[in-house]
């Protein structure tokens, strides 16, 4: 399994997968000309400072979200911490987070774009020399 950033669709998919590719064999040149079986990628949540999010969306409505691309340990810890919460055994004050409110990021599409360029950029040009 290989991972990196970047979406895998349109001009994403060439330039992500024969980076993928150089960086694997560069790595593992005993294994040849093996190629991927798969490839997926998906969205990630991110905040403006690069740290988790805990909102109260409505009445018995509380979620832990914004993990930044860093959420399987974080996400395990704060379930459980949700969990214990949920059922009376935390106090909102003991929590990992205070409760911030939920805000609309700015220029989402514009920053969105960007994060995709630099990826392809970094993509294009990495683990050719
Ligand atoms: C492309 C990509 C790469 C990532 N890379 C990393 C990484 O390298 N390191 C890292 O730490 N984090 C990474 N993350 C983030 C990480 O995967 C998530 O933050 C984490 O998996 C969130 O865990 P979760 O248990 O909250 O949700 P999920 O893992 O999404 O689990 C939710 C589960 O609930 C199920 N479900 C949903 N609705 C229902 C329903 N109605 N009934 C029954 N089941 C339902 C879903 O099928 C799913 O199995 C990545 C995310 C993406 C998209």
Known sequence: M????????RAGASVHRAWALRSLRRLFPQLGD???EAGWFGIIGMTSDNLPRFHKLDRNVV???GYNGRGIAPGTV????LAFYVLGQVAEKDLPLPVAPVEERRFRAAREALYRAGAQLVHLTEARI
């Open 2 to 9: 290989f991972g990196s950033v970047g979406a895998l669709e």
């Open 34 to 36: 093996v190629e991927f």
């Open 63 to 65: 979620t832990f979200s």
């Open 78 to 81: 704060f379930g459980s911490a």
